[in-house]
């Protein structure tokens, strides 16, 4: 069965770092893009950043540029998000995603993971 799996989500303080883990069960995420979008209470889904199939190609919003770091280890069949610097803002649930497009657009992305809760809070 197709799942994409999203752990690594937590509590953190201001100015801490989290990584979140994008793997892949029933499929390889080799000849996809993957995405990262969250969403935060209140407020519609938005794209955070995406990585091409062959990691040529990189995506980030402007929110997080900077800050948040994606990359990808096909061996392991896995897409990672490094977040830096975290801010309170920050706080939403975290999903991956896989399209077969480079886009940060959510309609773009077929298979989705259940999300993580990302939570920045003193």
């Known amino acids: 069965q197709l799942r994409l799996v999203e752990p690594g989500g937590g509590l953190v303080q201001p100015g801490g770092s989290l990584r979140l883990s994008c793997a892949a069960s029933?499929?390889?995420?080799?000849?996809?893009?993957i995405g990262w979008f969250r969403q935060a209470p209140g407020k519609e889904r938005e794209g955070v950043s995406c990585i091409s199939s062959s990691s040529s190609s990189t995506n980030y919003a402007d929110s997080v540029k900077g800050r948040f770091t994606i990359s990808r280890d096909d061996a392991k069949n896995t897409v990672y998000l490094q977040m830096n610097s975290l801010k309170p803002e920050d706080t939403a649930i975290y999903y991956c995603?896989?399209?077969?497009?480079?886009?940060?657009?959510?309609?773009?992305?077929?298979?989705w993971g259940q999300g993580t809760q990302v939570t920045v809070s003193s």
């Open positions: 995603a896989a399209a077969l497009s480079f886009s940060l657009a959510p309609y773009e992305y077929d298979y």
């Open positions: 029933g499929f390889t995420l080799d000849y996809y893009t």
